[in-house]
């Protein structure tokens, strides 16, 4: 007669089970280690999960097992936080098997926002780099590793923390645009809600909404961590900025994003006025760094169109427009 049992308590070298009538037993030759043909003390199940053993002893174990993100950190590396600002943080870490990586992370210890890899190969893979973005300066944050194997088990780390850096000292804003052009010519006039609307996309990575991830929102905020990304258009992908009334450009700055295997990255690219002049075309050397190029568009909006480029989910980290507003 086989019969069931609750984890009751569990972590690294201990298991202890306990009946459903109440009492703890805590084997020494543990059935649910034997079982799964795991090491005894490089595993632990959740809690209150119910399993199943048989009158030789042979546990049967529901999926998904939760196991310690030790057991898959390569050489023993633990998932570290690195460049910490005042508005993200990422998360690194590298795992012998393939998982499907996320973090959740939140102000206390029951999170409440969750972030994933960016890479978007789909699957699983071993360099995680998960950003927690959309934190508050100076902030201490919970976060906690969570990867899923093929197999179906679970890797959970322990709960940490960070803190968030401070606010960087912004220079305080001029009241006087006039004032603040004179001082500084050539302002960026691709700003999302300061005189800039995106007119048209060619599409956004998994049908996103523009203010969404990999949305095209993300190559006009500031932020070199947070990128647009087309949905497979290759050298068809593009976008329209519209500066509602006519702009002097005189130059721009352009970031390719690019993937781990080499695709997603635009090679070149030209630039539309609104009178159907094509400028260019551009060359971008690499995915590296952000590119800077001269021009002389007057325009009141401007198309930016992929020429050459790897193939796949192109798109941009950051794109700059600056000029002068009439
Ligand atoms: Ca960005």
Same mark, same amino acid.
């Given at each position: 007669m086989s019969r069931k049992v609750f984890v009751v308590a569990a972590g %690294?070298?201990?298991?202890?089970?306990?009946?459903?009538?109440?009492?703890?037993?805590?084997?020494r030759a543990n059935p649910l280690v034997e079982a799964r043909g795991i090491e005894a003390g490089s595993e632990s199940v959740?809690? @209150?999960?119910?399993?199943?053993?048989?009158?030789?002893? !042979?546990?049967? !174990?529901?999926?998904? %097992? %939760?196991?310690? %993100?030790?057991? !898959?950190?390569?050489?023993g590396i633990m998932p570290t936080v690195g460049d910490v600002t005042h508005r993200d943080a990422l998360l690194n870490f590298t795992s012998s098997v393939p998982l499907a990586c996320s973090v959740v992370y939140g102000k206390t210890d029951e999170f409440g926002m969750i972030a994933? /890899?960016?890479?978007?190969?789909?699957?699983?893979?071993?360099?995680?780099?998960?950003?927690?973005?959309?934190?508050?300066? /100076?902030?201490v944050y919970f976060y906690r590793v969570q990867g899923t194997a093929a197999d179906g088990s679970v890797y959970v780390g322990e709960t940490s923390q960070f803190i968030s850096a401070p606010a960087p000292e912004l220079p305080p804003?001029?009241?006087?645009?006039?004032?603040n052009l004179a001082e500084n010519p050539a302002e960026n006039l691709a700003i999302i809600g300061q005189g800039m609307v995106i007119a048209s996309v060619s599409s956004n990575y998994g049908d996103a909404e523009n203010d969404q991830n990999w949305g095209v929102n993300r190559a006009f905020d500031g932020n070199e961590r947070t990128a647009w990304s087309s949905n497979g258009d290759g050298d068809d992908a593009?976008?329209?900025? @519209?500066?509602?009334?006519? !702009?002097?450009?005189?130059?721009i700055e352009v970031w390719s994003r690019t993937m781990s295997d080499g695709t997603a990255q635009i090679t070149s690219f030209t630039l539309t006025d609104d009178g159907g002049t094509i400028h260019g075309p551009f060359s971008l050397p690499d995915a590296s760094q952000t590119y800077a190029f001269d021009v002389n568009i007057e325009t009141a909006q401007l198309r930016f169109d992929v020429e050459s480029s790897s193939g796949g989910n192109t798109g941009l980290l950051e794109f700059k427009v600056l000029g002068q507003r009439r």
């Open positions: %690294i070298g201990l298991i202890s089970f306990g009946f459903a009538g109440g009492y703890q037993i805590a084997p959740a809690q @209150n999960t119910e399993i199943e053993i048989s009158d030789d002893g !042979v546990a049967t !174990v529901p999926l998904p %097992i %939760i196991l310690p %993100i030790e057991a !898959v950190a390569m050489d994933t /890899d960016l890479d978007m190969d789909g699957g699983g893979h071993t360099n995680h780099a998960p950003l927690m973005a959309g934190l508050e300066p /100076d902030t804003l001029r009241e006087d645009i006039a004032e593009s976008l329209t900025l @519209n500066f509602n009334d006519e !702009v002097a450009i005189s130059g």
